[in-house]
């Protein structure tokens, strides 16, 4: 046999259109592997460096990204990846989660005596795995993307390397994620048994194509992979990791993992929710009571976190269950899409205006966390509004909306996400989603009452915010109020972006 | 002047905020007086209302929209009618007074304060001006964050208790009104086929509403929690004497003064017209709950042995009144029920700041430690007797006006609740006048209140403009009522059934 016919030449050589959809993944990868050439040399001022060279190299991702942001739909690598206005938008959104990590953790690197390059080469590295994951239109790909992304992120949530807790949440993490990876690989193997093909789209297709009804190894299959990613989103039942991990990594890199990674696995999720037709009549994965298990899911999630985020008192922890709490709102927002003309919009906002509340608060977290992250309990915050108003303001702003109250982001956001939902018919399921944030409130409202209404407790000087993490605050309290005042960019963005998955 | 006049409005609800931002970044020195002026220069301008707005229409007026969010069919729309003219100038003219009342009261964290107090006004009027539900919520939960702040703060033993109950009760009312508003949002979009959140759409939304647990019933009810929680309304109304006694003064005025008249001006504006046939089913059910506030809340505030819980409990009372006047659903109770809720708008207010003054001397707000002032503060002895008897509803006084027409509307409706609610007025009495004697008269026993000195200027200047008010009400209530009553018969057109034959609405 000619070798041509095995290999199709095209699959060789890349046209220009190619390489201009594939930019912003080039300039990350660039950017990290340069990265790895400098921390080969022992320079002077290498943070500098490596600090700067980090932020350019997201600035770089972001420019292209937006730039992309434009083109039309391109199926890249016989379609193993797509380049789509959705890809491209998540894409600036995890530059932009990367720089203003990289921000808050200048100062606090130093503190911690911790100023290692790798940091910074992990944490770009990350970011191309969730870009490439957010893109990727094949269980392999996928599966490679995941790993790139979570392998990046084990390391770095065990970074205080002389830390025993954080030693334990790395450890707890890449043993749990292991298996997290090993189950959604298992599912990707079933798969295509099933179906005889690795490209979501014709897995889907050839699924509902089978005249002898949807084979078992299908639906086991497709739930095994679900399973991998409820694991990555920390939904309850598979949330028990998350507190513990939380806690234990540095103080920016939760704040990192909060938003990049669940955006990223969510952004991913819609994904394969979309191609797979989840809600319609042809979908792949019906049959198989999705839609009920989701719903159970989604409510446990919201109960269970916001619940158990009431008796928290280390703010890590808090927010670590409020976070699963958000998931499950979210989690509303991916049963209602497919019942409404609003679609995945609402869920793609509310990742969008979560990732900046929450980047916000932890880059302030940070700021407060002190040597080892040891004084982050409740009661360290005590009279914080007086010692530093400007802060305290901030991360009030930031709980506000996280509460989902006006007028900020957080509200628009969960406006538009539960409107969806009611739209959808979902209307016990909203009350059951209200009833819970309301559950929030009440904690989010214990981090206020310390900070303005008790007196300051200590005397120590904490001296002055780092200006980088100053840049940081002042940015998502930027956005989180413009947001929440004037939506309606937002919102008309997220539904042209969705609308490109759809094409 | 002519793109001021038609963006009054706009000008009015963030003239606050504005004044509030400079505040803060004046010196300390200086913030109380730049407020207090700011405040006072709010209320000339909004005086200008009495002047543009034309009292014979009944229509929304010196409206204004703008797109907000397209997407989903929000929209800036703002306007007035004769309803909420009055309590936007009831806003404005507390908020002069409450800012003057606190010049003495607080002396730690002056700036937040200010700021917040006067930012607080800007959530006030805008949640009387909104006419779009979104923008409306987001005024009125918008409106508890100062608020929270303000009795956490500065409030007494219990502060944090007392402004975590208040916050999580409104919030908890509010959120299962959201759930309505979305489920009215999307009817309106099934049945006209674009999105839309302003009421004079919704109020087109045609709902099945037999039956108490209808799509009507059901909305009504979500709706109806939150403002009953605001009113507050037996039995939702345990967060209020918790708020009152711990807030500071210039808090519970704004929560008698405001805040509650936002309970009763979202059923006059949203629960009411927006589920008229669920309104005519759970009439006797908002009957009885008010007849019962009424009594309730008397019969608790004759035991009170702290006087500003007492004027809490009547708080309940009195807006019990409010309640079966609006439920009366006819024009001379649903007028007397704005009224009302202007009078207790005056009337406790100046209860309250008088509390906050002889707290202020004596340190304590136990009817106990007081008798005889009458012969030490001749001046206060005075305000406060008039205070008094606008509170028991003396003919004379504005308290009188509102009461009448309540129990003259709600006998057209139900009599045999209206002797129940009638009996309220006589404890009123009770309660008011025995805690007044017990202040004010008799022999001085406690040593410490021989020393009290009289009201001093600036004291007697943040209670004249209210004294005045009380009589002017009372003697005058003409001039008040031709604005309103326009309107309120057009509330109670827009609320009344429409009977609608062959209607399919889509259900799951």
Excluded at chain 2, 278 to 286: D, E
């Amino acid at each position: 046999m000619e070798l041509s016919k095995i290999v199709d030449p095209t699959l060789l050589t890349i046209s220009a259109e190619h390489v201009a959809a594939l930019r912003p993944y080039l300039a990350m990868f660039g950017g990290a592997l340069i990265g790895i050439v400098f921390a080969c040399f022992s320079l002077t001022n290498r943070k500098w460096l490596m600090a700067g060279l980090s932020i350019i190299t997201c600035l770089v991702t972001g420019y292209y990204s937006v730039i992309n942001m434009g083109m039309a739909k391109q199926v890249l690598f016989s379609g193993m990846m797509v380049s789509d206005g959705y890809s491209h938008f998540f894409n600036v959104l995890f530059a932009f989660i990367a720089a203003l990590t990289i921000f808050s953790s200048f100062r606090y690197l130093d503190r911690e005596n911790l100023h290692y390059p790798e940091y910074y080469i992990l944490l770009l590295f990350s970011a191309l795995g969730m870009m490439l994951l957010t893109s990727a239109l094949d269980l392999i790909v996928l599966f490679i993307a995941l790993e790139i992304m979570s392998l990046s992120v084990y390391v770095l949530v065990g970074f205080r390397r002389a830390d025993r807790r954080s030693n334990e949440a790395s450890m707890k993490y890449f043993i749990l994620g292991a298996a997290a990876s090993a189950i959604l690989l298992y599912g990707s193997a079933l798969l295509y048994g099933a179906t005889g093909s690795l490209n979501i789209a014709d897995i889907m297709k050839m699924a509902t194509n089978t005249d002898h009804g949807i084979p078992m190894i299908y639906t086991i299959g497709s739930w095994l992979v679900a399973v991998g990613f409820l694991f990555k989103v920390a939904s309850v039942p598979f949330h028990t990791w998350m507190p513990d991990v939380y806690e234990g990594a540095p103080t920016p890199i939760t704040g990192f993992m909060t938003t990049g990674v669940k955006a990223a696995s969510f952004a991913t999720f819609i994904r394969i929710l979309m191609s797979t037709g989840f809600g319609s009549e042809a979908a792949g994965l019906a049959g198989t009571q999705v839609e009920t298990i989701l719903w159970v899911i989604a409510v446990l999630t919201m109960f269970i976190g916001n619940v158990i985020a009431l008796t928290q008192t280390q703010l890590k922890r808090m927010l670590a269950y409020s976070s699963i709490a958000h998931t499950g709102y979210l989690i509303v927002g991916l049963l209602a899409a497919p019942h409404t003309d609003l679609g995945y919009a609402p869920v793609v906002l509310y990742l969008v205006t979560y990732s900046i509340m929450n980047l916000g608060a932890f880059a302030i977290l940070t700021i407060l966390s002190g040597k080892s992250d040891t004084r982050l309990n409740l009661s360290d915050l005590s009279g914080l509004s007086q010692k530093h108003p400007w802060i305290a303001f901030a991360l009030a702003v930031f709980f506000f909306s996280m509460a989902g109250i006006p007028p900020t982001a957080g509200f628009a956001a969960k406006y538009y996400l539960l409107y969806s939902a009611v739209q959808a018919k979902f209307i016990w399921l909203v009350v059951l989603a209200v009833l819970c944030s309301a559950i929030s409130v009440y904690y989010y409202l214990r981090v206020l009452v310390q900070m303005y209404m008790r007196d300051p407790v200590g005397s120590e000087n904490e001296g002055m915010t780092p200006a980088w993490s100053a840049f940081v605050v002042a940015m998502t309290v930027a956005l989180t109020l413009q947001v929440g005042l004037l939506p309606s960019k937002m919102v008309d963005l997220s539904k042209r972006v969705v609308e490109t998955l759809k094409q | 002047m002519d793109w001021f006049d038609t963006h009054f409005l706009t000008c009015l609800t963030f003239a606050p905020l504005l004044i509030a931002l400079i505040g803060a970044i004046l010196p300390r020195k200086v913030i109380k007086y730049w407020s207090f002026f700011g405040t006072l220069a709010i209320f000339a301008l909004s005086l200008r209302l009495l002047g543009i707005y034309d009292p014979s229409g009944p229509e929304f007026q010196l409206s204004e929209s703008a797109e907000w969010i397209q997407g989903l069919g929000i929209q800036y729309l703002v306007g007035i009618d004769g309803i909420s003219l009055w309590l936007i100038l009831l806003t404005t003219f507390l908020m002069p007074i409450v800012v003057l009342s606190s010049f003495s009261a607080v002396e730690e964290r002056e700036k937040e304060y200010y700021t917040l107090l006067v930012a607080l006004q800007t959530g006030m009027i805008g949640a009387f001006v909104a006419l779009d539900t979104f923008l409306f919520y987001t005024f009125w939960e918008a409106m508890l964050i100062p608020m929270y702040f303000l009795i956490g703060i500065w409030g007494g033993k219990d502060r944090i208790y007392a402004a975590t109950k208040f916050f999580l009760y409104t919030m908890v009312g509010s959120l299962l009104m959201l759930v309505a508003i979305f489920y009215l949002a999307s009817q309106h979009q099934v049945q006209f086929g674009h999105y839309s959140t302003s009421i004079l759409d919704l109020y087109k939304v045609v709902l099945p509403g037999n039956g108490y647990f209808s799509a009507q019933g059901i909305l009504f009810l979500a709706f109806a929690l939150a403002f009953a929680i605001k009113v507050p309304l037996f039995p939702v109304h345990t967060w209020l004497p918790d708020a009152h006694v711990q807030a500071p003064t210039a808090g519970s005025v704004i929560l008698a003064g405001v805040l509650l008249k936002m309970g009763g001006y979202g059923f006059i504006r949203f629960a009411f017209p927006l589920f008229p046939q669920a309104v005519a089913q759970y009439q006797w059910v908002f009957m009885l709950l008010g007849t019962i506030a009424i009594v309730y809340g008397a019969w608790v505030a004759m035991v009170q042995p702290d006087i500003k819980k007492l004027v809490a409990y009547s708080s309940v009372s009195h807006m019990g009144y409010v309640v079966i006047g609006l439920f009366a659903m006819n024009e001379i109770g649903a007028t007397g029920a704005v009224y009302q809720m202007l009078n207790h708008g005056i009337a406790t207010p100046a209860l309250f700041l008088m509390i906050g003054m002889i707290y202020e001397r004596r340190h304590t707000r136990d009817i106990k430690e007081f008798g005889g002032i009458t012969k030490v503060m001749p001046l206060f002895a005075v305000f406060f007797m008039i205070a008094t008897l606008a509170s028991v509803a003396l003919p004379g006084t504005n308290g009188f006006v509102g009461e009448f027409l309540i129990l003259l509307g709600s006998w057209k409706t139900d009599p045999v609740m209206t002797i129940f609610a009638a009996t309220g007025v006589i404890f009123g009495a009770v309660y008011m006048l025995w805690m007044f004697q017990r202040v004010m008269f008799g022999p001085i026993k406690k040593s410490e209140n021989e020393k009290l000195t009289d009201l001093t200027f600036r004291e007697a200047l943040v209670l004249a403009p209210l004294m005045i008010a009380i009589f002017g009400m009372g003697v005058l209530p003409n001039i008040f009522l031709t604005k309103m009553q326009p309107s309120v018969a057009k509330f109670l057109e827009r609320s009344t059934p429409k009977t609608v034959v062959g209607l399919n609405v889509e259900k799951r």
